[in-house]
């Protein structure tokens, strides 16, 4: 029985052993292998790998993925015009050379993202110290980016070789300091109510024209209308006085007998008219006297 457990230990002991000596670089990693504290080689290839066990040897991955640093600084940076502006970036970089890296950087991808952080921050601000808000958002910010992408390669790939490579660097956003913000709003805001005031004073006039032109022209229209009326009615009050005249050159006695008519009709329009003459002193009735015939 005690041989049995002894077998059973010795080769649960093995594969201990074994286990720990036998280790997998995943193909999105880098493989480095310590011994007593020193680098003792790089493994780049992704497989199933070989070493001393612990204490005589150890390893440590590195990710050799494309990675990504984004900007987590809010502190405004001053332009060449003096103005605070806040910007967002991020970078886009790797660990080309472990041994270097762990060397001159860290042991993990989070130390050279924290160093990588202050020198692209202070690249930005040199840069954004020689030019303007404008060419900010002009296309010269790919100039700008540009600049400050070959500052940090000349940074990293030093005296000292920080073993990383940066791809690309870009700015994702340029804005004002909170602290300014509100006053460029107000400044925008007025310069808004300036222009539309401006249109409104300008559609006002155009308004107060537009209603002159047509008082101007209902005028015009108006005294046409009355100029043609008046003509047609004095070539019809015409019309009928040749009318009335050759009627009565046909009958004088009947026109005397109709004007006295109207005569009456226009001195008794109303029950209370009333005329005192003495019908034998006077011609006005006539027509009653001699019973129609105006004689």
């Given at each position: 029985m005690n041989r049995v457990g002894f077998f059973i230990?010795?080769?649960?002991?093995?594969?201990?052993?074994?286990?720990?000596?036998?280790?997998?670089?995943d193909q999105r990693q880098?493989?480095?292998?310590?011994?007593?504290?020193?680098?003792?080689?790089?493994?780049?290839?992704?497989?199933?790998?070989?070493?001393?066990?612990?204490p005589f040897q150890n390893v440590r991955y590195i990710d050799k993925r494309l990675l990504t640093l984004d900007s987590t600084d809010t502190e405004p940076m001053l332009t060449a015009e003096k103005q605070r502006v806040v910007i967002d970036w991020y970078v886009r970089w790797r660990i080309s050379d472990p041994s270097e890296y762990i060397r001159n950087v860290g042991l993990d991808e989070s130390?050279?993202?924290?160093?990588?952080?202050?020198?692209?921050?202070?690249a930005f601000q040199e840069e954004i110290n020689r030019r303007t808000v404008r060419e900010l958002l002009s296309s010269k910010r790919d100039a700008l980016m540009n600049d400050v992408k070959r500052e940090v390669l000349e940074t990293v790939r030093g005296a000292k070789p920080w073993g990383v490579d940066v791809v690309d660097v870009r700015i994702t956003r340029v804005d004002y300091a909170e602290t300014i913000t509100e006053s460029v709003y107000r400044r925008m805001e007025a310069e808004r109510k300036r222009v539309a005031n401006e249109l409104r004073s300008t559609g006002a006039a155009e308004g107060e024209k537009i209603r002159a032109e047509a008082?101007?022209?209902?005028?015009?229209?108006?005294?046409?209308?009355y100029r043609d009326a008046q003509k047609i009615k004095?070539?019809?009050?015409?019309?009928?006085?040749?009318?009335?005249?050759?009627?009565?050159?046909?009958d004088p006695q009947f026109a005397q007998f109709y004007r006295s008519l109207e005569a009456y009709k226009s001195s008794f329009s109303k029950k209370s008219d009333v005329l005192v003459l003495d019908?034998?002193?006077?011609?006005?009735?006539?027509?009653?006297?001699?019973?129609?015939s105006g004689k």
């Open positions: 230990t010795s080769i649960l002991l093995a594969l201990a052993l074994l286990s720990s000596m036998l280790f997998v670089v880098f493989g480095v292998v310590y011994a007593l504290g020193q680098i003792k080689e790089v493994i780049t290839e992704p497989g199933l790998n070989i070493k001393l066990p612990p130390a050279g993202a924290m160093q990588l952080n202050r020198v692209v921050r202070n008082d101007r022209q209902r005028e015009i229209t108006i005294a046409n209308a004095g070539e019809g009050d015409a019309e009928a006085a040749r009318t009335y005249a050759e009627a009565f050159g046909r019908p034998s002193q006077t011609d006005f009735f006539k027509a009653y006297r001699n019973g129609g």
